[in-house]
């Protein structure tokens, strides 16, 4: 009677490729083919992509937990964003996973919603499934979550932000010196009224700063915000073009709108529409990010671009060299440029 014949899954299990396998077909070591998994750097090109064709043919995974055993190291960076629906934080986490990917890293994304507390929570679950290190977005952030931070090992770094005391290790730029560029161009048209439509503050140091930005440039130049021209929403289209109705619906409307970014900008341009105002004749609108979103509006979004793939780029390199144990720069700090469209002009009989 001939045997009976295995499950597949089991077949499979038997047969499934090893390092020992992937070296004979490359013709190198067991030694390189770990380093060509675990470390590019240290291999040369040629060799790596022999070793990655090999183990393509043979199907060979690495077994990750067996690595991360003999490492200590999972080569996982946890990336704790506030939320998946803002374009430019996908960005970021773009460039952030390309730049690891390089180095045989992989980012596992968690999203907070502007939730502190969630946020240090998150980070104590990603760190019991063993991830490494951590990109976080902005200042705000709980004592709590640096605490566990320093009391696991885990190096982290901010990103998004300028923290002027350079408590922490940073990658960003200066929020304010974006809605100081705006603020600056509006009053140099002769705008004299100017509104503001914010993100809510509320675990958002990127939105607080904006709105400093604004305060402190109107303040140099012997103006004021009316708070009757401030309005906040979820970053969102719908609901910036709702809170952007309801700031220009008003008998005395600003002749200008700052926003405090693109979504935010091109919320109040769909608001003007409907309203029957025309931009830039009527109302001027500025935004921050400089985001294809603005950029191919009808007329084009004045705004200012941020550094949004260089921070993912940089946060990858710091993480990398402190986890491998290299030199690096703690603090980086991007520059903003504006960027002068046609949503801006002198403001009415000016």
């Not at 809510?200 to 708070?227: K, W």
Request: charged share 20%.
């Amino acid at each position: 009677m001939l045997p009976p014949t295995a499950p597949p899954e089991f077949t499979a299990r038997k047969t499934r490729s090893g390092a020992k396998d992937v070296a004979q077909l490359a013709g190198v070591s067991t030694a390189t083919v770990s380093r060509a998994m675990n470390q590019p750097g240290s291999v040369d090109p040629d060799t790596r992509q022999r070793v990655l064709d090999a183990a393509a043919k043979l199907r060979y995974v690495p077994h990750g937990a067996a690595r991360a055993l003999r490492s200590h190291r999972s080569k996982m960076v946890g990336a704790l964003v506030p939320s998946f629906d803002y374009a430019l934080y996908a960005r970021t986490t773009s460039a952030l996973q390309q730049r690891l990917g390089e180095r045989g890293y992989v980012v596992v994304l968690a999203e907070h919603h502007y939730d502190l507390a969630v946020e240090t929570r998150l980070a104590g679950q990603l760190i019991e499934h063993g991830v490494d290190a951590f990109v976080l977005v902005g200042l705000d952030h709980e004592q709590a979550l640096f605490s566990l931070l320093d009391d696991y090992g885990r190096p982290y770094v901010l990103t998004w932000g300028a923290d002027p005391a350079q408590r922490h290790p940073c990658i960003g730029f200066d929020n304010q010196a974006a809605t100081q560029l705006v603020a600056r161009h509006l009053i140099a048209l002769g705008h004299r009224h100017i509104g503001l439509l914010s993100a809510h503050l509320t675990g958002n140091d990127r939105a607080r700063a904006r709105g400093e930005g604004l305060r402190g440039t109107l303040a140099q130049h012997g103006l004021t915000l009316d708070e009757r021209h401030v309005a906040y929403a979820a970053i969102s289209l719908p609901e910036a073009e709702a809170a952007a109705t309801q700031l220009l619906s008003q008998p005395q409307r600003p002749s200008a709108v700052v926003a405090t970014n693109d979504v935010f900008a091109v919320g109040t341009m769909l608001a003007c529409r409907k309203l029957g105002i025309r931009i830039p004749e009527q109302l001027s609108v500025t935004g921050v990010d400089n985001t294809d979103l603005g950029a191919t509006q009808t007329p084009p979004l004045t705004s200012v671009a941020t550094p949004v793939t260089a921070i993912g780029h940089g946060a990858a390199e710091q993480l990398i060299a402190r986890l491998e144990n290299q030199p690096h720069e703690r603090v980086m700090q991007y520059p903003v440029e504006l960027v002068v469209r046609g949503s801006t002009a002198p403001p009415p009989g000016h």
